[in-house]
């Protein structure tokens, strides 16, 4: 890999895509569906176009594998009964984010393979530089793709692999290798969920455990609320491997030398939630953080310090601490206003309408203040 | 009326119920609907068991009047179609709060009554003490009520009334004399726009004015979404009526003085949107008033304030105002928690699942913490 | 009532409106509504606008009342959660047609009156010739409506007398005695169920029973679909009443000499269901018979009887019976055009799109054939 | 192919499944959309588990292709404006049967490939019995499936054999020989529209024209409908291959001789429509002739003849014609039983409840009556 000419390409390949995985694997044979959903839940502010959950079970040799993926957002998604009928042990899911490109059904995840090896569920975060060589590689070798997403093609590699691999998360090492960009992806085979971060580690990805099951989540947040505990991050580069004895198996062959490691910074001031850790750092605190050096660095004169709902509050609480300048709000964000409010033709006298955020007059009149908006 | 007694069990009146109303008239003939449909949802903490429109035209002999109302959020009841067909230059709108009793379609607003002086549409916000009685005199003397909710005992007056009276608005003035308790409420008859607050001024009230529309409804913030401007409060115990002229016609034969006037404070702590002005007080600053004269009254020394979002946090920064101690956030809200979130069956181990609001450890670890929950 | 100019009105009054009516009465004490539904779905036919049913307690003091009713088929607006939710041993049910007029889910029926004497239920089929005077009657003393359907006149009429009589079957007779024209109508009082059909009898109305319940209908299939034995017609003019102690009370003062009697020909020719009786004449039989006396007044030549699916079938068959040409089928229904297919626009070409009903080209091709459509 | 053995696998491979194909080229760049809906419309009766149409552009360097498929009837899963958006000169369509299996979206049809060669859209109907010999030769070489259903395994191998060939029928041809059963089956490539038929022609296969546009489809009922001319039947083993220049290519390399070739006789006294002609032959004279004959081979004594509809119809036509004894209409059928129908809890004496045939008492009282029941 020459990395002289891809960093940039890579810097840039983080921010396309935001989505948010979640797997769990459950050794004690209890259903994960619920603990899926609900994590999924926590992980929604990531995608809200669609989002799709993939649940089967480890045990007996009959193994079934439940899929339900559509547009819209989880609670719109899945009903109590969907839930109740989605069986099994180990599961994926997967909320996706509305990106200019093909918004069909047909691009939701979990993407499910079926092949020689039996089946896989593959969800994935992030957004790969060469996707358009590696499709077009195996397209002339015979392979034939049914959507247009990347994981579709690192789906395709690994079970490419696999066939001359004894381990299937071998199969993933190996296609991992080729791959070029940023990538957070959580693969279900019929008895292991494997973990990868790409080896910049340019998006998020974690371990949780409560009682006899393991996750792997794009965020901590996702733990919490389903009051698992936080184990550790996966580190940039790494391939973690879930076994029904309950090992975490570590490869780090793909990590590189930690100073050429790459963050994706819209994770810390926009993408995540305030109340996750990545990598050891808390979102919440780096947001302060970015304000209290703002405050250092662009000091201005001011009445009031105050922050765009909801990610630039704690920017602006930051600059508030750091120069002495007053914290207040200055605006009212309307929570009803969702994917579907519809917009009926108005006279041109009424394209002002401001349904969404509304300035506190009150608070603001007369005052010099300072807005951030990340 | 015997104001020893009645004025605790007026202040109770107010409690109960949690509405919206929204009422224009646009004397140029405009269509109104899709300005009552962006009021309405700027309205909507208001109340959110459901909501309905009622147009009609002020205009021409054959007058149409078209209604929309159902179980739902302001755009799950309404779509673009809906809007478009709704004809008509004079409307009223109301969002419903569920409240513990019959949640039922038949129940949502506006109430329409054809009678023999044409079609009245109304809608009400409050609470009154005496509906019981005032049903059963009318129940006595034949009347015959399909829903169970006040606004009809009310309508059923005005009806009654307008048989003995020239104008409408004398009509729901001799109503209004009978009634106790909390009220705001806007009729639409066939060339008027009507509203009316009680003596009390429990529930706010206001007229705003766009272009040649006129406006009544329960908060200014319902104004600035349509981007029309704040005339003056409607005053307790007014009667107010828009005619086609585009005078405002005041009745204040029922204002009491103004020492026994009496507001609703749940409106300004908890019920109303902090950007609102309620009889010339910002509902923003009266929270930070609040946590201000708090502060006063009952200091404890912490190393933070914090409010449970959304509306404990302007009485917070009120409290840090006030204390020099510091403000902060300690909570996540997940904004996508609606009616409709789903709660699948859990192991026990899982019955803490935090959904909707989680700490913000980062922030608290450690600290002696004031929390504002109003 | 002027007989000699009444006549022709009545004749057509009859015509307009087509709608089923179904009642139940379960003096045991068992739920209705499952059978209600079940009755309803069997008078479809009759109605594809909207539909509703209202159940009742007739033990205990506290009898609540509970309606739904919306836009649609039966089985669209009911689903087993809300059947099961409908909890009462009286009740009953309606099918209403779409006609010109207003559309909206206001007019569907049951009608509910709230009044002094507890709660009616009131369900009708039929149409009014002086509904306006009798509508206007109620507005000059003070009465308001809520909707624009006969039904409430009638239903107010009988509120309004029931304030005057002991017995609401007698505040039944009395107010129908203020109706001119066709209506077959069902009302469920507190404790009782009755039915009235208009002294011409236009339209049918029949009783029957299954082991403790009594029923009231529109139909003799709908007793069927339910198990449920038929008792007998009611009889033109007549008031029938089904108490607790399982007695049917009959008043006829409103019953006229039998050759003044006058049936609406449509229900035989069209409306009804074929294995339907009404007043003991099988609606099958009796279009076989028609399809007969058209042979007999206008026989041609021909190779090929057929009717226009479904209702020409039988006066096709009985055409064949007696001229002794064969009887055939000449077409094909698609039965999966519902109210909801759409209809994209077409080029020119296009616009002769058969998707209803096809020719069958090898039964007709160059033969002689007689249609017969109702 | 050892013919011996394989004969009877071969004639109950075509039982299993019963679906609708349809597929249209315009050769003068008009939309087909909408003829491919109301196609599909008129294919209802062969699949009301899910249907799917996939339309794109044959001009152009950009071809946009756009499916959209579903759970549920043709007219519930497409809105005028999901067709509206459906651009495109060259579709295809398919209704699918809901089988005992797997009953999920992501096996409704079309299915969609993306190779090196550009995309195919393919539409089956049938069933292989050497479908899982296929898969595994398949997947032991690499490949990846993404659902259960034959049509993937059918495309897969025209896709491999794409890449040793110039010309995409030749593929079709080539994935036809390795294929062991029944199929009938529309392949839409970049500029072609190819039908193939099984060499024992067990599923019906025809070709349609209107104006410029070219149709093939599973009956001529659905050329009806949409106003084309019947061309030809396709030939048992025939690929036709339908190009811009308006040519229509036919290879009949696979053909067998014509004494071995097979139908499945369903089709005639069941599946299709009786409008609809099968190699030649119409549905409803096969019916017809199906009921004379059985009343030559197994004459009784009866009063009466009388089909099950609608199916049984034609038949006891037959048997009447033939036998002397008069034809005659037994049941009534309730036209709005649908897939929704819901039944909720009865009491066991309403276990009988009959909703959806009813027999007429009036025609079959007393009588001997011969029912036929395909």
């Given at each position: 890999?020459?990395?002289?000419?891809?960093?940039?390409?890579?810097?840039?390949?983080?921010?396309?895509?935001?989505?948010?995985?979640?797997?769990?694997?459950?050794?004690?044979?209890?259903?994960?569906?619920?603990?899926?959903?609900?994590?999924?839940?926590?992980?929604?502010?990531?995608?809200?176009?669609?989002?799709?959950?993939?649940?089967?079970?480890?045990?007996?040799?009959?193994?079934?594998?439940?899929?339900?993926?559509?547009?819209?957002?989880?609670?719109?998604?899945?009903?109590?009964?969907?839930?109740?009928?989605?069986?099994?042990?180990?599961?994926?899911?997967?909320?996706?984010?509305?990106?200019?490109?093909?918004?069909?059904?047909?691009?939701?995840?979990?993407?499910?393979?079926?092949?020689?090896?039996?089946?896989?569920?593959?969800?994935?975060?992030?957004?790969?530089?060469?996707?358009?060589?590696?499709?077009?590689?195996?397209?002339?070798?015979?392979?034939?793709?049914?959507?247009?997403?990347?994981?579709?093609?690192?789906?395709?590699?690994?079970?490419?692999?696999?066939l001359n691999t004894d381990?299937?998360?071998?199969?993933?090492?190996?296609?991992?290798r080729k791959l070029k960009?940023?990538?957070?992806?959580?693969?279900?085979?019929?008895?292991?969920?494997?973990?990868?971060?790409?080896?910049?580690?340019?998006?998020?990805?974690?371990?949780?455990?409560?009682?006899?099951?393991?996750?792997?989540?794009?965020?901590?947040?996702?733990?919490?609320?389903?009051?698992?505990?936080?184990?550790?991050?996966?580190?940039?580069?790494?391939?973690?491997?879930?076994?029904?004895?309950?090992?975490?198996?570590?490869?780090?062959?793909?990590?590189?030398?930690?100073?050429?490691?790459?963050?994706?910074?819209?994770?810390?001031?926009?993408?995540?939630?305030?109340?996750?850790?990545?990598?050891?750092?808390?979102?919440?605190?780096?947001?302060?953080?970015?304000?209290?050096?703002?405050?250092?660095?662009?000091?201005?004169?001011?009445?009031?310090?105050?922050?765009?709902?909801?990610?630039?509050?704690?920017?602006?609480?930051?600059?508030?601490?750091?120069?002495?300048?007053?914290?207040?709000?200055?605006?009212?964000?309307?929570?009803?206003?969702?994917?579907?409010?519809?917009?009926?033709?108005?006279?041109?006298?009424?394209?002002?309408?401001?349904?969404?955020?509304?300035?506190?007059?009150?608070?603001?009149?007369?005052?010099?203040?300072?807005?951030?908006?990340?």
């Amino acid at each position: 890999m020459n990395n002289k000419i891809s960093d940039c390409e890579m810097l840039s390949a983080g921010l396309h895509e935001e989505c948010g995985v979640f797997g769990m694997y459950d050794l004690s044979g209890k259903d994960v569906a619920s603990s899926v959903y609900y994590g999924l839940f926590a992980l929604q502010h990531r995608g809200q176009e669609s989002c799709g959950i993939t649940v089967s079970d480890t045990k007996g040799p009959k193994r079934k594998v439940s899929t339900h993926k559509d547009m819209g957002l989880v609670h719109e998604v899945f009903t109590k009964e969907t839930l109740e009928q989605m069986k099994g042990n180990i599961g994926v899911g997967h909320v996706r984010y509305s990106t200019a490109g093909a918004s069909v059904r047909e691009n939701a995840q979990p993407l499910i393979l079926n092949y020689v090896k039996g089946t896989l569920g593959l969800v994935h975060n992030g957004n790969l530089i060469n996707a358009n060589e590696l499709r077009h590689d195996l397209e002339y070798t015979g392979t034939i793709f049914q959507t247009t997403i990347d994981s579709e093609v690192i789906a395709y590699h690994i079970a490419r692999e696999r066939l001359n691999t004894d381990r299937v998360e071998d199969a993933v090492l190996r296609a991992c290798r080729k791959l070029k960009g940023a990538y957070s992806l959580i693969v279900m085979s019929p008895r292991k969920l494997i973990g990868a971060r790409d080896p910049f580690g340019f998006k998020p990805l974690c371990i949780g455990k409560r009682d006899h099951a393991y996750i792997i989540t794009s965020e901590t947040c996702a733990l919490e609320t389903i009051d698992a505990e936080f184990v550790r991050d996966v580190l940039s580069g790494e391939v973690v491997t879930i076994s029904k004895d309950g090992t975490i198996h570590s490869d780090t062959s793909l990590c590189i030398s930690q100073e050429k490691e790459a963050r994706c910074i819209f994770e810390y001031i926009y993408f995540a939630r305030p109340d996750s850790y990545i990598d050891g750092v808390s979102v919440y605190a780096s947001r302060i953080r970015a304000g209290q050096f703002l405050a250092m660095d662009s000091y201005v004169e001011a009445d009031l310090v105050v922050g765009v709902p909801e990610s630039g509050n704690a920017a602006a609480l930051g600059y508030a601490m750091q120069s002495g300048i007053p914290y207040g709000n200055a605006f009212v964000k309307n929570g009803y206003v969702g994917r579907t409010f519809i917009k009926p033709k108005q006279s041109n006298r009424e394209s002002a309408v401001r349904v969404k955020l509304n300035v506190l007059k009150e608070a603001v009149n007369g005052k010099r203040i300072i807005i951030l908006n990340p």
